[in-house]
């Protein structure tokens, strides 16, 4: 229901700060959950973090927590996921994704951005 467009990502040295950036087009975009997933070779797509309609509460994979932060911009139609701190299994091609503006729990992931890759050097 909403197209989502990437940006963010590359080569990064373990320690650094990266932010991904994901805008969308053709919704109301404030009444979408969004959402951040990842996932390397050979293993399935993990949760990263999520954020509700109103950007009151977020979301988080234990493996990031403390060191991620989910924020949103709505007058943009932007989601943004910052990460810092960045570890060598933190790699993966790293997916923004929106629900289908029910709020429903868990949320039902349809739109999906296009992915961007994380490399970690260390």
């Known amino acids: 229901q909403v197209r989502l467009i990437q940006s963010g990502g590359g080569l990064v040295q373990a320690g650094d700060s990266v932010r991904l950036s994901c805008s969308a087009s053709?919704?109301?975009?404030?009444?979408?959950?969004l959402g951040w997933f990842r996932q390397a070779p050979g293993k399935e797509r993990e949760f990263v973090a999520g954020?509700?309609?109103?950007?009151?509460?977020?979301t988080y994979a234990d493996s990031v927590k403390s060191r991620f932060t989910i924020s949103r911009d709505n007058a943009k139609k932007s989601v943004y996921l910052q990460m810092d701190n960045l570890k060598s299994e933190d790699e993966g091609l790293y997916f923004c994704?929106?629900?289908?503006?029910?709020?429903?729990?868990?949320?039902?992931?349809?739109?999906w951005g296009q992915g961007t890759q994380v490399l970690v050097s260390s």
């Open positions: 994704a929106a629900d289908d503006g029910t709020g429903r729990e868990p949320p039902h992931w349809i739109s």
């Open positions: 053709g919704s109301l975009f404030a009444n979408y959950a």
């Open positions: 954020i509700s309609w109103t950007g009151s509460t977020q």
